[in-house]
């Protein structure tokens, strides 16, 4: 069977490779969706320190069981629609041991340091599968983008009390702008593309900063009457952003931080000390698989205007190039094999 090879920084290939064979407390998954992660762009462009070549990519999925092993509990049926948690934690380092798994030190996520799903079945743990009677499989391969997102605004302990700016319209930001519209806070989505913009009105947001045409400082000023935002997002990882999210947030706030900035950003710590604020870390994400396929099955998401295009394995390579070099208007594609 086919699967699609980060063979090299800018090179991918399709190969064929053995079908596997699930163990006794495997599910083995008939792959039918798998979207392209920022990670998996990131390892293509070389700019992902934890990206081994040659590696299958892809992490996340839209599959059909096909089998099941003899220990897999009987609720896993043949037939059924799933998707896959893609993380893998060693069990024994500090955040494991402290029930923080998502943030293990050695972690190893489908298609970034084992095998990724980019091809025709895979076989994997029966824990790691979740299952929807009502999604279809682009839905499916939607769930685990936006469980980073939604670990995002559970790390800011997003309530209905808050004004939540998030500066960044790819699928994570939009995860967290689902998420904290879900919770009732008050959102203000910002980026740099008003087809995102757009999407995140779709969402439910209620205010939109187009940062390349106004002034954000001014725009936030306005919406939150001089206080800005009690929570801040960050969810692209530039050192502009960086630095906005700390001089925007309120007194008090706190600042989520998700996006991987490239090279190291220069702050002014006074701002963390006058304010008194909160600066926290966000990775991969916990136990939101639940929320986010209930998010999904209630109809509540845009998924048609995120998927941007719908490609063959043949074809992917070239559409991660794409992606690579013309990002303007991507914000998720999506790799069919049964195309
Ligand atoms: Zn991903
Ligand atoms: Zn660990």
């Known amino acids: 069977m086919k699967a699609l090879f980060l063979t090299a920084i800018g090179k991918t290939e399709v190969r064929?490779?053995?079908?596997?064979?699930?163990?006794?407390?495997?599910?083995?998954?008939?792959?039918?969706?798998?979207?392209?992660?920022?990670?998996?762009?990131?390892?293509?462009?070389?700019?992902?320190?934890?990206?081994?070549?040659?590696?299958?990519?892809?992490?996340?999925?839209?599959?059909?069981?096909?089998?099941?092993?003899?220990?897999?509990?009987?609720?896993?049926?043949?037939?059924?629609?799933?998707?896959i948690y893609p993380y893998l934690n060693c069990g024994t380092c500090i955040?494991?041991?402290?029930?923080?798994?998502?943030?293990?030190?050695?972690?190893?996520?489908?298609?970034?340091?084992?095998?990724?799903?980019?091809?025709?079945?895979?076989?994997?743990?029966?824990?790691?599968?979740?299952?929807?009677?009502?999604?279809?499989?682009?839905?499916?391969a939607l769930v685990e983008p936006l469980t980073v997102g939604f670990h995002a605004a559970a790390r800011g302990r997003v309530s209905n009390e808050d004004c939540v700016a998030v500066i960044g319209c790819g699928i994570v930001g939009m995860g967290a702008i689902a998420s904290a519209v879900n919770r009732g806070a008050n959102v203000i989505a910002i980026d740099i593309d008003d087809a995102k913009l757009t999407i995140a009105k779709k969402i439910g947001v209620k205010h939109t900063i187009n940062s390349s045409k106004v002034d954000l400082h001014q725009a936030l000023i306005e919406i939150t009457n001089g206080d800005g935002p009690d929570v801040i997002i960050e969810a692209v990882g530039s050192s502009f952003t960086y630095r906005a999210a700390v001089e925007e947030v309120a007194y008090t706030g706190r600042v989520v931080c998700i996006g991987y900035a490239k090279s190291p950003v220069e702050f002014n710590t006074g701002l963390f000390v006058r304010k008194e604020i909160e600066i926290l870390g966000s990775r991969n994400c916990t136990n939101e698989f639940p929320e986010v396929i209930a998010y999904l099955e209630a109809g509540k998401f845009p998924v048609d205007d995120v998927i941007s295009m719908v490609v063959s394995i043949d074809d992917a390579g070239a559409a991660l190039e794409k992606w690579a070099t013309q990002p303007a208007g991507i914000t998720k594609i999506m790799v069919d094999l049964d195309k």
């Open 95 to 140: 955040s494991c041991r402290k029930n923080r798994k998502n943030a293990c030190q050695d972690n190893k996520t489908m298609g970034v340091r084992r095998p990724g799903a980019m091809t025709k079945y895979i076989a994997i743990h029966w824990e790691d599968v979740h299952v929807s009677h009502k999604l279809s499989l682009r839905e499916l």
């Open 16 to 83: 064929e490779i053995e079908m596997p064979q699930p163990g006794p407390e495997e599910v083995l998954l008939k792959i039918g969706m798998v979207g392209f992660c920022g990670g998996d762009l990131n390892g293509f462009k070389g700019l992902f320190e934890l990206q081994e070549y040659p590696n299958i990519l892809g992490h996340e999925v839209g599959g059909i069981i096909e089998q099941v092993g003899s220990s897999v509990p009987d609720s896993f049926i043949a037939g059924q629609k799933a998707t």
